[in-house]
Each structure stands twice: as C-alpha cells, then as structure tokens.
C-alpha cells in the first residue's frame, strides 16, 4: 500500500469535526514547501548572477 493510500485509508477513519483541522494542516505543509523553495531560489541567485551578468551570457541567449 502506497504512502497516499495509507494517508486516504487513515482520513476516512478520522471523525468529521477534524477534517477542517487536517485540512489546514495540508494546505500549511504545501505552503512551507513553496516557500523553502522559493527561500533556495533566492539564495542562489546571489551566486549564480555573476555567471548570468557576463557578456557571454547574453551572446549565447541573443538567438533565441
């Protein structure tokens, strides 16, 4: 049984009163998720735009 199967059999067991709870909990753990991706982003981006800022860059994408 899968991990998302399991996670499907246990919430059709949980009482209709913390759903809304569970729910919340879901969207919470997308949203961190999003963010810690968007945090990795940021940070990078520090060190890869010496490489994006150089001349070649630019030639190299002017085609396309």
């Given amino acids: 049984m899968s991990k998302k199967e ?3 059999s246990e919430i059709e067991q ?3 009163s913390v759903l809304d709870e569970v729910l919340d ?3 919470f753990l997308k949203t ?3 963010k810690e991706r968007f945090d990795i982003a940021i940070a990078s981006e520090s060190s890869l735009k010496k ?3 150089k001349p070649e860059e630019d ?4 085609n396309l």
Avoid: N
Wanted: cysteine-free; glycine content about 0%; hydrophobic content about 65%.
């Fill in 14 to 16: 949980v009482p209709e």
């Fill in 51 to 53: 490489d994006w800022l």
């Fill in 6 to 8: 399991m996670f499907l």
């Fill in 32 to 34: 961190r998720i999003i």
């Fill in 59 to 62: 030639e190299a994408w002017q």
């Fill in 25 to 27: 909990f879901v969207h």
